[in-house]
């Protein structure tokens, strides 16, 4: 079996990626890996920061808001305790809810996403995922499960938004397809045919 792997989960709110990631950790488990589950953004001093913005607590401009991913990403990366590159030196297969692809469909809504491809150019150099999986959802079923799952509605949580926001993902995609290797998968079904097709993915990889 291959050694560890990074994989990074996509998708617009509501798609799903929580469950799937909680699903494949446990399949993964099973294949006798050591697996760190993380998030974007993160729980550091600048992911909350991004978080108190996004629930309405703090104002910042969209260029802000960019600029403060390009620098929680690098720590979620290079942070000496927890990063990313540490837990896959020390043997974990890593999988992170969001990286950079959210940031090129999330912020090019507001800004040009070259602009945010290169400003995202060197968390991109010290690791690219060995497996992108982008969760696919029409944005109407996922302001459903928002709706239905959420006390309160975050800042790029609105049915305009995610449709951009859809939309921006599949503009990325064709723009780092010789960079990325990409999965696309249709979360409107049952959690378990989604995760069936993740994992046949996935174990591609472990061969």
Not at 34 to 55: A, C, H, L, N, W
Not at 109 to 138: C, F, G, K, T
Not at 161 to 170: F, G, I, T
């Amino acid at each position: 079996m291959r050694k560890n792997v990074f994989i990074a989960l996509e998708g617009i709110d509501g798609s799903g990626k929580s469950t799937q990631i909680k699903l494949l950790a446990k399949q993964l488990e099973k294949a006798g890996h050591q697996v760190y589950t993380t998030f974007e953004p993160t729980d550091s001093p600048i992911g909350k920061m991004i978080r108190d913005i996004f629930s309405h607590r703090m104002e910042a401009d969209h260029k802000v808001i960019a600029g403060l991913f390009v620098a929680d990403r690098l720590n979620h990366l290079l942070n000496k305790s927890d990063g990313i590159l540490k837990k896959l030196e020390e043997g974990y297969t890593v999988l992170t809810d969001r990286y950079y692809l959210s940031s090129y469909a999330y912020h090019s809504v507001h800004m040009d996403m070259d602009w945010v491809i290169q400003a995202n150019a060197m968390s991109a150099e010290l690791l690219r995922p060995d497996l992108n999986i982008y969760i696919d959802i029409p944005p109407e079923i996922s302001m459903e499960r928002i709706n239905r799952g959420r006390a309160s509605i975050e800042m790029y949580e609105t049915l305009d938004n995610l449709r951009q926001v859809r939309e921006k993902y599949y503009e990325a995609f064709d723009k780092v397809k010789e960079e990325e290797n990409i999965y696309i998968t249709n979360s409107n079904r049952a959690p378990e045919e989604v995760a069936t097709d993740i994992w046949n993915e996935v174990s591609r990889l472990l061969i």
